[in-house]
């Protein structure tokens, strides 16, 4: 229930690019926005993009001009594309959304997958 299935991690090398996905379960009757977080080994978890049920989105500052978030409702499904990696983008990212199931609104998160940027 209110399950997020991420996919689209990797090691990847400075300067490439990596797609990541996010899929939530079947039950998600309403999504009130989907995004991505990552985390970083001694560092706070940080908002990388989020996008919401509208449409509208927003970045953090690292990742503006490089990264696109995008959605499929029919599929429920975010899709983070990131572009021009750069070793600080080595995390683990997670998905986050808000949704009601039917019962209640909810916000749940991903199991994470790791990105590693490689020089």
């Known amino acids: 229930q209110g399950q997020l299935v991420e996919s689209g991690g990797g090691l990847v090398q400075v300067g490439g690019s990596l797609r990541l996905s996010c899929t939530a379960s079947?039950?998600?009757?309403?999504?009130?926005?989907m995004g991505w977080y990552r985390q970083a080994p001694g560092k706070l978890r940080e908002l990388v993009a989020v996008?919401?049920?509208?449409?509208?989105?927003n970045y953090t500052d690292s990742v503006k001009g490089r990264s696109t978030i995008s959605k499929d409702n029919a599929k429920k499904t975010v899709v983070l594309q990131m572009n021009s990696l750069k070793p600080e983008d080595t995390a683990t990212y997670f998905c986050?959304?808000?949704?009601?199931?039917?019962?209640?609104?909810?916000?749940?998160w991903g199991q994470g997958t790791q990105v590693t940027v490689s020089s």
């Open positions: 986050n959304a808000f949704i009601w199931n039917g019962m209640r609104w909810g916000e749940y």
């Open positions: 079947a039950d998600s009757i309403r999504i009130n926005y």
């Open positions: 996008i919401t049920s509208g449409g509208r989105t």
